[in-house]
């Protein structure tokens, strides 16, 4: 992961050099990040259970939920300062179907998996919600991502006021990181990287005075010492006591946020397939470790990891336009 951000900050000081003026995180900018984010959350999978990846990338993980619930904090808290009503918890049903949804045609897909592997269990099916998953591996970022939906349409409801809503949710937020870390304690991970969400609702709300500072040349200067910053932060994390992991991942998601803002960057339809996939290259990710296994087994790592990630994708095209095609017949058919 240090490798990856001394490369970030690279870039960083090129758009910096090139007179690059600092970008509003809209949704165009935000689909590389959702292109590339999932492939790292995979690369610390496979870190995390082959021990063969250098230990610099095995807790990569966090760090990029930490950015994919940044984005949603953004993108929700944007909708409620544009909507003319009061967002409530009416509108919600389709926040959580917009989430939920893409888990059906994915699920089925690792049964027939299972099933084929000669592996299917009703049992531990059933085990993998105490496990906190729904059914699919590493899906607790589902049920984190719909907790914090809940929590954010609810008091959306209440609580209009801009930064008194932004204190009440952090506040929700963190009393939620700790009832579930109270329940779940064996999953203590699913807590590392919730105040990135709270964050995303800060970074919304003040991102129009913090670009203004930063086209100044002092501002330019803090983007420099940011980055500086992020790398150091990560090359020392493991130094750190695992009580200040949230605020790490919090640290690291506001940085690369900032930093991304003078990042120069162009379109591509690439891009944006991969960005449209995305949500199901997660979501797959677990068929495809049932599929070929969770470590080499004698073959080259740099040959598994490409198998890993080619079949994450094929899946992905495969659930993702199946259930587009499923939902456009329902409402068609409505």
Known sequence: MTLFCIFYALIVFWGLISGEKPHVFTKERTLWLRAVLPFLVILGHVSL???IIPEDFDQTG???????FFISGYGLELKRHKSTSIMGVRQLPQRLRSLLLP???????YCVVLYACSEFDWQALVLSFKNYELILPFTWFVIVLAVFYVAFYTISSVVTNGYKFLITITLVVVLLSLINLMLFREHAYTNFSNLAFPAGV???????????????MR?????????VFLVIMLAVRYHLP?????????????????????????????????S???YEVYLCQGITF???????????????????????TIFAVFCHYLTQLVVKRLYNNK
């Not at 966090?62 to 994919?68: D, E, K, N, P, Y």
């Not at 501002?219 to 980055?227: F, S």
Request: aromatic share 12%; hydrophobic share 60%; with cysteine.
């Open 242 to 274: 695992n009580i200040l992991i949230p605020i790490e991942v919090l640290l690291f998601t506001l940085l690369v946020v900032l930093l991304f803002s003078v990042i120069p960057l162009r379109s591509y339809r690439m891009v944006r397939f991969f």
């Open 276 to 278: 449209d996939i995305s």
């Open 103 to 109: 888990l059906i045609v994915p699920i089925v897909v």
């Open 290 to 312: 049932c599929l070929i296994g969770r470590s080499p087994d004698g073959r080259p790592l740099g040959i598994f990891l490409l198998m890993v990630f080619a079949l994450s």
């Open 219 to 227: 501002g330019r200067l803090v983007i420099t010492a940011c980055a």
């Open 202 to 216: 800060f970074y919304a709300m003040s991102e129009k005075n913090i670009l203004d500072y930063c086209c100044g």
């Open 62 to 68: 966090m760090f990029a939920v930490g950015i994919f």
């Open 49 to 51: 259970m082959t021990g």
